[in-house]
């Protein structure tokens, strides 16, 4: 629907701001878009992810915290439609680990 394009550009828009507190932002309206349209996100799941995804690489650690939080509690709701972006997800989590930043780490 046009109203879900809107949605689409508008989280688009956030997550691939320049500035760090627009695409927080973004990861935000993702994580409630999760919430409350799991159908709109499980239909675009690969546009959106390969967004998100930089995001949980990003270099601001208050984005990239945020953004492996929010993905914690993105997976429970969409499960199975995660299945076409896991690798690209496990990648970026993964390079994660090694992160001496203790929030990121922990996250």
């Avoid at 159908?39 to 949980?56: E, G, P, Y």
């Amino acid at each position: 629907t046009v109203e879900e394009t809107e949605q689409l550009k508008e989280l688009y828009k956030l997550l691939t701001a320049k500035e760090f507190q627009k695409r927080m932002e973004g990861v935000v309206l993702l994580l409630d878009h999760c919430k409350s349209s799991p159908q709109l996100i499980s239909t675009n799941i690969v546009q959106i992810f390969d967004v998100f995804v930089l995001r949980l690489q990003d270099c601001n650690k208050k984005v990239n915290q945020q953004a492996l939080e929010a993905l914690a509690l993105m997976i429970p709701t969409l499960k199975g439609a995660l299945h076409p972006v896991l690798v690209s997800l496990v990648e970026a989590v993964t390079e994660n680990l090694n992160s001496k930043h203790l929030g990121i780490y922990a996250a």
